[in-house]
Nanobody, 124 residues
C-alpha cells in the first residue's frame, strides 16, 4: 500500500489549502480513509475520517466547521479542504488507511498504513 500526500505549503492565517492523498495497492472504495497531523513537539492527532463510499465523515473538534474531508473513488484519492487556517494548524499532515477494509479502526493496533506527510505552515 502506498499513500502519496501532497498540497502542503505556507499560507497566511485565514487562508485555505487543499491536501490530496493518492492511494495505490489497495481496493480504494473498500477502505475508510483519514487525515492525521503532528505539530512540532506534539503527538500525532486525528483530524478527519471518511467512510469508504464517502457517506459518513467525522472530525476533530478543533477543525469542525473549517475542514472538509472528501474522496473521489474513481481517482483513488482523498482530500482535505482546509479553510480559515490558524497558526495552531501548523503541522505535518498524514493520510492513513486502516489495515482492514470496511473499518474505521486507525489504530494504534494494528498500525494503519501511513502516507509520507505533507507540511502545512500557517503564518500569523
Amino acid at each position: 500500500v502506498q499513500l502519496q500526500a501532497s498540497g502542503g505549503g505556507l499560507v497566511q492565517a485565514g487562508g485555505s489549502l487543499r491536501l490530496s492523498c493518492a492511494a495505490s495497492g489497495l481496493t480504494f472504495n473498500k477502505y475508510y480513509m483519514a487525515w492525521f497531523r503532528q505539530a512540532p513537539g506534539k503527538e500525532r492527532e486525528f483530524v478527519a475520517a471518511i467512510s469508504n463510499l464517502g457517506r459518513t465523515t467525522s472530525y476533530a473538534d478543533s477543525v469542525k466547521g473549517r475542514f472538509t474531508i472528501s474522496r473521489d473513488n474513481a481517482k483513488d484519492t482523498v482530500y482535505l479542504q482546509m479553510n480559515s487556517l490558524q497558526s495552531e494548524d501548523t503541522a505535518v499532515y498524514y493520510c492513513a488507511a486502516p489495515v482492514n477494509p470496511y473499518t474505521n479502526d486507525f489504530g494504534p493496533r494494528p498500525e494503519p498504513f501511513w502516507g509520507q506527510g505533507t507540511l502545512v505552515t500557517v503564518s500569523s
